[in-house]
């Protein structure tokens, strides 16, 4: 059985920012974009192509790189899931890139950057929830949810049956992620002040 302490020390967002944030804005910061202008939308393919191979080399993989057609297409399906609903998908962003709006290909470079930490993010979360409650076992579920009712306050227990944890077991990491979201919204507002 895991722990919650231990849950949280890895989900904690400074611990985030150290371990995979830094390291992927680091590596967006280094990458030089093209000093010339994209004039076609093969370049533009070859150009995010080339730059998300080399982030996922360098955050990533560690050194396994993706054939030209994988990275070109990933970063493409990035761009066009980002630009689908305003912007008028992929082609939009290639227009934005060619013409220099919206940020040009620098603020196109760091969609894919953003994209790719936030995947990295959400597999450590996930690997953190596996390591510390095994998915198949139902009573690790009840137990981490027990860990979590005993630790929060009046005001998150007012809303739980707790007398019940069985009923939060199967939804458990969605219980503490709620948790984690709160308590960043919390803290930075505090940080505001």
Known sequence: MGSLSSILEQLDERYIARLIG????????????????????DEFTRVIGEYYNYHFVTCISHGGYLTASESEGRAKDILDR??????GGFVGAFNDA???????????LDIIADSLKAESITRHMRKVFDDEVKPNSWQDKVDIVRQFMSRCGPDV????DIANPERYAADYD??????????RRTS???LRI
């Open 82 to 87: 980002e630009y689908r609903q305003q912007r």
């Open 98 to 108: 060619r013409f220099g709006t919206n940020g040009g290909l620098r603020a196109i």
């Open 174 to 183: 969605d219980l503490i992620r709620a948790y984690i979201d709160g308590l």
């Open 22 to 41: 830094i390291p992927h804005d680091e590596t967006r910061m280094k990458y030089a974009p093209p000093l010339f202008g994209i004039s076609g939308i």
């Open 188 to 190: 930075s507002l505090f």
């Open 157 to 160: 227990l007012r809303y739980l």
